[in-house]
């Protein structure tokens, strides 16, 4: 086709890859299309068949354009799955669906792969990962609706509930739904119906008679859409400027490795995987800006008065850098992604759900070694962080200095801990892979061994003996949730970590 031709050339000119051209182009292609059908198809102007109907069409020309030929894949994958929903009974439909989303998208993961295709998220194989988490958490929802007990429910699945499988217009507008088809975030099923109908919008207030009515009012997103805008362009530039004189790959050069010390190692591999972030903020961080121009995303009101706009969201960055535990670190990054494993695994299966958990994370991404050890180690460098918490945190709760120390000393570990086993995300093959453990010494690896033998309970006092040594001079005149960290229990460390 011509546009193809024209972006290809183009892209020659620029001396960019043509994903990476089009990809940008697709972006602020949606982000206009969200402008105007937030100004042209707002819920108290048209039906709510018309939105499904304008995102639909919409989404599935901007996907012609995105994906060329590779649409073809998300519309078989989309529409056997939803055959599934259809005709299999919902006591067992999700197996189903599960089985073939993963099963269609590892094949074009093992197809890209074997023909040493490299790995281009940017073009359908992104959005294709993407389709399977909504596929499958539909699938999962319609279980938990039809076929289990309300009362028997997580509290994220009584919020992801759906009742019934959605007509052909509610479904595809779902799947083609223009602010999250390329890169996310993933707006889950029952707050996409709640975007289209306007419930996101509706609140409470008291009328002149005292007595409460639902009304229908739209805050504007212009202040945060234009601040990640502007986040969105400081990422762009970091990811051109400062990445190439800090590459990862860098790490595994062997005059590197030959000729620098331990500590310079350490220093480098923590800056080259900082900025390597940028990436991800760029394309993250640009699509959440997206997702709120069209009115997608919306949380309420801060103590302020002032709106939130991070409901449905790729990633918190604040804090995903300020955390102090590697539960914080991965709650915050990929965050949609992180809903997904917890509705369709970590609450599904009996056993083992964390290290499974990983494993579907590490399968989800693609077959590369680096995924595996990636993921395996971050299942190990969890459980052996928990440990460790248990053992020490008490330690450090006597007075607030202590306890700042504690979390400046937690939040450098998490993070060196991170840009330890992340690299291989990114070396993706075997020996790349154990070259660059090796100039390491596979001292975290050890370390974190090492740490699964300390005790998995910390032994407490008798309550009367604690009270009567407790410093209770230390709690006058201190905030609440200071105070109650000297409780003697992991009441507060649980609130923190969430």
Aim: with cysteine; charged share 15%.
């Amino acid at each position: 086709m011509v546009h193809f031709q024209v972006i290809q050339n183009l892209s020659d000119k620029l001396g960019v890859r043509y994903v990476e051209l089009n990809f940008v182009i697709c972006q602020c292609l949606a982000l206009l299309c969200s402008y105007i059908f937030r100004w042209f198809f707002k819920p108290t102007k048209v039906s709510a068949t018309t939105r499904h109907a304008v995102q639909l069409v919409v989404g599935f020309l901007l996907a012609i354009l995105a994906f060329n030929m590779g649409l073809f894949h998300v519309l078989i994958d989309a529409t056997v799955c939803y055959i599934m929903m259809l005709t299999i009974d919902p006591h067992l439909a999700q197996y189903y669906v599960f089985a073939f989303s993963m099963s269609y998208m590892s094949a074009v993961h093992i197809y890209h792969q074997s023909l040493e295709l490299g790995v281009y998220n940017l073009d359908y194989i992104g959005p294709l990962m993407i389709l399977t988490m909504k596929l499958s958490s539909l699938s999962w929802s319609i279980h938990d609706g039809c076929a289990r007990d309300e009362d028997k429910l997580t509290d994220q699945q009584k919020k992801m509930i759906v009742r019934k499988v959605p007509n052909p217009l509610e479904f595809y507008s779902f799947i083609f739904n223009v602010p999250g088809l390329l890169v996310g975030p993933v707006c889950y099923f029952t707050h996409y119906i709640e975007f289209i109908d306007g419930t996101n919008f509706m609140h409470s207030v008291k009328n002149e008679k005292g007595e409460e009515v639902m009304v229908y009012k739209e805050p504007s997103s212009v202040r945060a859409v234009t601040g990640k805008l502007l986040f969105t362009v400081m990422s762009a530039l970091v990811l051109m400027l400062v990445v190439p004189r800090f590459p990862i790959w860098g790490n595994v050069d062997d005059d590197f490795i030959n000729n620098r010390s331990m500590l310079y190692k350490i220093g480098f591999l923590m800056v080259s995987i900082e900025v390597a972030k940028s990436k991800y903020f760029f394309a993250w961080v640009w699509a959440d800006a997206i997702n709120n121009a069209a009115g997608i995303g919306f949380n309420g009101y801060d103590k302020h008065g002032k709106p939130k706009w991070d409901g449905v969201t790729n990633i918190r960055i604040w804090n995903f850098e300020t955390a102090t535990s590697l539960k914080v670190l991965v709650d915050n990054w990929n965050v949609t992604g992180s809903t997904w494993l917890r509705h369709v695994c970590y609450d599904r299966v009996p056993f083992q759900k964390q290290l499974i958990t990983f494993v579907l994370s590490a399968v989800w991404h693609g077959f590369y070694m680096g995924y595996f050890i990636t993921f395996l180690s971050a299942s190990l460098f969890v459980t052996a962080a928990k440990k460790v918490r248990i053992n020490l945190r008490h330690h450090f709760q006597s007075s607030v200095g202590l306890s700042r120390f504690y979390d400046v000393l937690t939040w450098a570990c998490t993070h060196l801990c991170l840009a330890y086993f992340i690299a291989p995300f990114t070396f993706l093959r075997w020996d790349p892979c154990i070259k660059y453990f090796n100039s390491l010494y596979w001292f975290l690896h050890i370390l974190a061994i090492a740490a699964l033998f300390l005790p998995g309970r910390r032994r407490t006092k008798p309550p009367s003996e604690e009270t009567s040594k407790r410093p209770e001079v230390l709690n006058h005149n201190l905030p609440p949730h200071i105070s109650e960290s000297f409780n003697g229990s992991l009441q507060f460390e649980d609130k923190k970590e969430r």
